[in-house]
Nanobody, 120 residues
Framework: VQLVESGGGLVQPGGSLRLSCTTS????????MSWYRQAPGKERELVAV????????NYADSVKGRFTISRDNAKNTVYLQMNSLKPEDTAVYYC??????????????WGQGTQVTVSS
């Protein structure tokens, strides 16, 4: 299983970034996909999640209305569009896949993370 994030970088407050996570080694279309982030000195937190079928999404209160998670099952890729970025969005962003091993048993896989820095 591989999850590879890209698209991070340095952006000014109010700017936008689009993160991508390209995956392989598991059935992407059957897996819930999530984005997490971890700022220095803080615990990793859930940012956004999209169910396997794409019919349901959920966001952290701090990013609602600014971030959008989406997926392309044909490309085995999940995205995070981030708009109106704030300095407090600065963190390492991780892609995560919740993969069914057997019925009722799941394993969570992680990417290596991509740095997002919001600063003027």
């Amino acid at each position: 299983v591989q999850l590879v994030e890209s698209g991070g970088g340095l952006v000014q407050p109010g700017g936008s970034l689009r993160l991508s996570c390209t995956t392989s080694g598991f059935t992407f279309s059957s897996s819930d996909m999530s984005w997490y982030r971890q700022a220095p000195g803080k615990e990793r937190e859930l940012v956004a999640v999209m169910t396997a079928g794409g019919g349901s999404t959920n966001y952290a209160d701090s990013v609602k209305g600014r971030f959008t998670i989406s997926r392309d099952n044909a490309k085995n890729t999940v995205y995070l569009q981030m708009n109106s970025l704030k300095p407090e969005d600065t963190a390492v962003y991780y892609c995560s896949a919740r993969v069914m091993v057997i019925a009722t048993l799941y394993h969570r896989y992680w990417g290596q993370g991509t740095q997002v820095t919001v600063s003027s």
